[in-house]
Each structure stands twice: as structure tokens, then as C-alpha cells.
């Protein structure tokens, strides 16, 4: 089967999940048109703004997507071959992983627009609300962990193809150039916004081309910033303490802006490279469609390690934080709810389908020992020289790897700030002492696990990180179980994918642990060892506590009746 038609039934998968199982979860919430949202009850300009669905869609698809459905497929790719990757991306997106966005964000707009964690401890009560925070914390910093040594790997990784170049030439420089140009050019769009006030279309017009300006740039400068994993991983992680206490005008807001624009050019870069380059024969499939049920490295078997791999371009816990964090309050009418919180999951599985193809279509050789980023790019580089040449190669190569390092940032300052948020909220802390000592905690704990595992043990990392973040998703829908339950809603569509998802997580947990035991184990199994004994912990007192609402005929400890 070619790479075109494999693209297209996706696609129509996709499509057919939208209209028919979207539809039918829609029915089970009973959306309502007329109910008035949390974005007009408690609207105050800030937080609070009722949004039109379309460009709540692109804010909210900007916010999730960012580097999960790619390090992800193309790590269980890898491992486990193209087809069984592409089977639980296709399945996992259309019944889990959207299913369980859209409840999420229905959930959080019923009940005033709180955080999933707060459902939890309305319907499961105080103490599993507080043991909901310790398990997001926890989960949160392995996704700092995972995403900060994944990048440096990419920061210090080459590519074979750009090698006997005329001018001297490193490509992880020419990527951390190119990626740190362009947060710092997201910083000269916030100041001129912020002091300036020229309107946006010429913000854009600057801005955006000037953006890939930054790739040409890193060509030109790979030899200025070259260091070694460790090295990456500790300035990295110095940006995220600095970037979550920037306002957000002069980082997190610009920044997003212009990685929305880099994010879509990615996107038709898939999607020209897949049917362009495919139809030509320019681009065809090279690797293996299954490489076995038990594979050597870091995951080992297929159940349960290439679903917790794939993590977010499946299904993820970390969409349940932004549904109710963030795109809740800005829901305008009920039914909005489908196409933000179902339709940009779907978006998002297409993401994850160009991340797989960018290992389709290389060589074994090529794949070797190279991190996410590394091989994303690669494969971009070769869909873009599909229609503009080899000539552009470097160029080409470069942007890939730029983009992929552009939506770790994003990924890496919101889960710093929510990191942070949580640590004050548990500690009961405010003002900005309280910030600082929060932030320091969240960034200081990740660094402390890179450094003690040493640079390049992201595939280990990666693995509890997945674990970590779909064990959250199974979290989120008992709370929301036990809600439906208890307002007379059906709940089946929502219970099964939980129970699977909680046995895939828990059996990971469990491996990792034993793994942890084993006499010689690495650095990073024994640091994964622990942290895995704590989510165990954790997860097994929500499930006990859920397990009794579900089975129980009482109204339990919810503080109030929420909006059913």
C-alpha cells in the first residue's frame, strides 16, 4: 500500500470519527445551545471571553499539539514498525483520545469552568483532589524531563545526508541556533506589541518571514553553539524557570503566535511531502510495516509499551489540563464543545500521522541512534526538497528540526507554569517568593533526574512520560464516570476506554518497577522505578476511591449539585 492511500483512508477515518462517534458522545452530553457557558456567567476580559469556535479551534489545536503526537510515533515506530503504530493512533485518537478531550472540556464548562482536578475532588472528595494535584505535579515534570533531554539529544545530533557539505557545517548547532533566534525573536515581537502597538498584520508580515529568516540563519551560524547533552539539558530547563515568570506579553503570547504559523507550515509540509511526494515516487515507504511483539531497548514489549510510546497521539492527560484550564472558560455555547474539544484531538492524530511517515520513508540506517526531533526533521527536509529541490537540503532539514524544537518550548513553559501553579495551590502559597520557590522546585527536580541519569537517556524517560501522561487521561474520565453517574447520564462510552487505559498504564508502571529491581538496571530505570512507585500509589487510591462511587448509590461528597 502506498504512502498516499495509507494518508487518505486515515484521513477518511478521521473524518467518519468526527461525524458519527463525535455525534453520537455530543447526544450523550445533551449540549444545549441555549445553557449560558462559565465564558458569559463570569466573563471579565481576561480569562473569562466568549470565543468564536473557530478561532478557539486554532488556539486550543496550537496549545495540545505540540511535540507528544510527534517524539511519540516516531519513537514507537522505531520500535515496534509502522502498522501497529498506525492502528492505535487511528483507533486511540477517534474513541479515547478525542473522546476523552471533549468530555473533559464538557465537564470543566458544567462545573463553572474548574480544572479536571477540581471535578475529581467535587465527586471523589477532598483527599482525592489533593492525591489528583500530587499525580498531575508528578506528571508534569516527567513531561519536562522527557521533552528537555529529548531536545538536547537533538541539539547535538547530525545527519548522515548533510555531511561532505563545502562550508563547515554541524546540524544540532544549526538547529540550537536557529531555535534560540527565534525565541528570541518572539521576544523583539512582544516589546514592539507591548510599546509599540502597530497592528497585527504587519506584526505578521514581519515577523512570520522573519521566523524562517532564523533557519537560514542557524546554517550559516551550526558552528557557534555546539555542547554536549548535559550542557542543553541544564540551559533548557534555565529557560523554562525564566520563561514561566516572563509576563506573558513578551514571551508565552508572541511566541505562540508565531508558533502557530510554524506549526501549520509543518502540516501542509505533510501533507504536500505524503500525496506530492508520494504520487511522484520521490518519497515511498522503506520501513518495515511490523518489527515484532518483543523488540530490545528501552520499551520492550509491545503490550503495554507501544501505547504508553505513542502517548499524546493517541490519547493524553496533558489535553485534559489545557481543556479545563485554559479553552473552558472561553466556550461560548455548549455545542462548540465537538468541534474544539472533539475535532482538534482528531487534528491532532493527523500531526501524529506525518510524524510516522517521516519514519516510513527513511532507511533503516538513517534512523539509527537519533532522537525524535532529529528524524522529524530529516523527513520534513525530504518532503520540502520533494517540490523545491535537493539544493535545499540543509535549509530544509534544518526548519523540520527547528519546528519540532519550537513546540517543546511551548510544551515546556506550560507545564512549567502548571507545575508551578500546582505547587502553590498545594502549598497554599502566594505572591511572587512563592512563584519563584515553585518554579524552582518544578525545573530543579527535572534537572536533577537528567543529571543523575546523564544526556541521551530520553528514551527511558520518554516511556514513564507516556506512561505518566495516559494514566492522567484514565484519572480524568473516572472523575467524569462518577460525574455522569451520579446526574443519570450514560457513561459506558467513557468507562471502557478508562478501564483500558488504566490496565495499559498500570501494567507499564508495574514493568518499569520491576525493571527498576533488576541487579545492573540503569540510572534512569532506577530514577523511573521510584517516580513509578509513587504514581502507582497515587493512581491506586483514585481507582479505589472511584471504584466505591461507581459501585455505590449515594450522591457522595460533592460540595454542590454541579450543572448537569
Not at 466568549?50 to 511535540?67: E, M, N, V
Not at 506528571?139 to 548522515?160: H, K, N, P, Q, R
Not at 533548557?236 to 507550515?265: D, H, K, M, N
Amino acid at each position: 500500500m502506498s504512502l498516499p492511500l495509507i494518508a487518505a483512508v486515515f484521513l477518511v477515518l478521521l473524518a467518519f470519527g468526527y461525524r458519527f462517534y463525535g455525534s453520537f458522545i455530543a447526544r450523550q452530553f445533551r449540549l444545549d445551545g441555549a445553557a449560558t457557558t462559565p465564558a458569559h456567567t463570569r466573563q471579565d476580559g481576561v480569562d473569562f471571553v466568549p470565543t468564536k469556535p473557530f478561532y478557539l479551534l486554532g488556539q486550543h489545536f496550537s496549545a495540545i499539539a505540540a511535540a507528544g503526537p510527534i517524539a511519540g510515533p516516531i519513537l514507537a515506530a522505531q520500535q515496534f514498525g509502522w502498522l501497529p503504530a498506525l492502528l492505535w493512533i487511528a483507533v486511540g485518537s477517534v474513541f479515547i483520545g478525542a473522546m476523552h478531550d471533549f468530555a473533559t472540556l464538557v465537564a470543566s464548562v458544567r462545573h463553572g469552568a474548574v480544572s479536571i482536578a477540581e471535578v475529581v475532588r467535587s465527586h471523589l472528595g477532598p483527599t482525592a483532589g489533593l492525591a489528583m494535584l500530587a499525580f498531575i505535579w508528578v506528571a508534569l515534570v516527567y513531561v519536562i524531563v522527557a521533552f528537555t533531554d529529548a531536545t538536547a539529544a537533538t541539539f547535538v545530533s547530525g545527519d548522515a545526508e548533510l555531511e561532505g557539505l563545502t562550508f563547515r557545517f554541524n546540524p544540532g548547532g544549526a538547529v540550537a541556533f536557529a531555535s534560540i533566534a527565534y525565541l528570541l525573536l518572539a521576544m523583539v515581537m512582544g516589546l514592539v506589541d507591548r510599546f509599540l502597538k502597530p497592528p497585527l498584520w504587519l506584526q505578521t508580515l514581519i515577523f512570520v518571514p522573519a521566523t524562517l529568516g532564523v533557519v537560514w540563519l542557524g546554517t550559516r551560524f551550526s558552528t557557534l553553539l555546539v555542547m554536549d547533552a548535559k550542557s542543553w539539558a541544564a540551559l533548557i530547563l534555565a529557560y523554562c524557570f525564566v520563561a514561566s515568570l516572563t509576563p506573558v506579553w513578551l514571551l508565552l503570547q508572541p511566541r505562540g503566535y508565531l508558533g502557530g504559523f510554524v506549526l501549520y507550515a509543518a502540516l501542509a509540509v505533510g501533507v504536500v511531502g505524503i500525496f506530492y511526494g508520494g504520487f511522484t515516487g520521490e518519497v515511498s515507504i522503506q520501513q518495515p510495516a511490523f518489527a515484532g511483539f518483543n523488540v530490545p531497548g528501552a520499551t520492550g514489549a509491545l503490550f503495554p509499551f507501544l501505547f504508553v510510546t505513542i502517548a499524546c497521539g493517541a490519547c493524553s492527560g496533558f489535553h485534559g489540563l489545557v481543556c479545563s484550564g485554559t479553552t473552558s472558560k472561553q466556550i461560548d455555547k455548549e455545542p462548540h464543545c465537538k468541534p474544539v474539544g472533539y475535532g482538534a484531538m482528531l487534528l491532532e492524530g493527523f500531526v501524529a500521522l506525518i510524524a510516522l511517515a517521516t519514519v516510513m520513508i527513511a532507511t533503516r540506517g538513517e534512523l539509527t541512534g537519533k532522537a525524535p526531533g532529529a528524524v522529524y526533521g530529516a523527513g520534513l527536509g525530504r518532503f520540502i526538497v520533494t517540490v523545491l529541490g535537493k539544493e535545499y537540503l540543509v535549509i530544509a532539514t534544518t526548519f523540520g528540526a527547528m519546528a519540532f524544537s519550537t513546540f517543546v518550548f511551548d510544551t515546556l513553559d506550560v507545564s512549567t507554569r502548571l507545575g508551578r501553579y500546582i505547587l502553590q495551590e498545594l502549598s497554599g502559597r502566594k505572591g511572587k517568593l512563592a512563584a519563584m520557590v515553585g518554579t524552582a522546585v518544578t525545573c530543579g527536580v527535572p534537572l536533577a533526574f537528567v543529571l543523575l541519569a546523564g544526556g541521551g537517556a530520553w528514551r527511558s524517560f520518554w516511556t514513564l512520560f507516556g506512561t505518566s501522561n495516559q494514566l492522567l487521561a484514565s484519572l480524568s474520565l473516572l472523575g467524569i464516570c462518577v460525574w455522569l453517574k451520579r446526574t443519570s447520564r450514560p457513561y459506558i462510552y467513557a468507562l471502557v476506554p478508562m478501564i483500558f487505559v488504566g490496565a495499559v498504564t498500570l501494567s507499564s508502571l508495574v514493568l518499569q518497577i520491576r525493571e527498576a529491581l533488576l541487579p545492573g538496571s540503569a540510572t534512569a530505570a532506577r530514577v523511573n522505578g521510584v517516580v513509578a512507585v509513587v504514581l502507582l500509589a497515587l493512581a491506586l487510591s483514585l481507582f479505589t476511591a472511584g471504584a466505591r462511587a461507581l459501585l455505590s448509590r449515594g450522591s457522595g461528597p460533592q460540595a454542590a449539585a454541579p450543572a448537569v
